[in-house]
């Protein structure tokens, strides 16, 4: 099994409507989805898939950067990763387009894989 690309990069917003304006309006990026009633917002950066996934810190508490990669199957990866020693930080998770799961490096940076299989 193995990473077919970026999906997305989440990043924490200690004000949500502050980082709105910084990523719309200073840089200008254009708006991919607002969820911000659930404390996301997303921004694309070109035509680019992969998004810019902001987080608000009041209802995601524990968030820290995270990259995410889509793979064809979370359960076959996050099997195949396990028997390779990766700690992950909780089981596989239903997500609205399909499933995920986290984990961190030796370095502990937050990785994640998703799939699209709803």
Do not use: C, H
């Not at 200008?28 to 998004?51: H, N, R, W």
């Not at 996934?53 to 820290?64: A, G």
């Not at 399909?98 to 994640?112: I, K």
């Amino acid at each position: 099994m193995k990473i077919k690309n970026y999906d997305n990069f989440f990043l924490p917003a200690q004000n949500i409507e502050e980082s709105k304006v910084f990523y719309a309006e200073v840089l200008g990026l254009d708006l991919k989805f607002d969820f911000s009633t659930l404390g996301m917002i997303a921004y694309k950066v070109g035509d680019e898939e992969p998004a810019i996934i902001l987080k608000d810190e009041s209802r995601f508490p524990n968030v820290k950067p995270t990259i995410w990669f889509e793979v064809e199957s979370v359960e076959s990866l996050y099997i195949e990763l396990k028997n390779k020693g990766v700690v992950f930080l909780s089981e596989p998770f239903r997500i609205k387009t399909g499933w995920a799961v986290e984990f961190t490096d030796p370095s502990g940076n937050r990785l994640g894989i998703t799939d699209y299989n709803t």
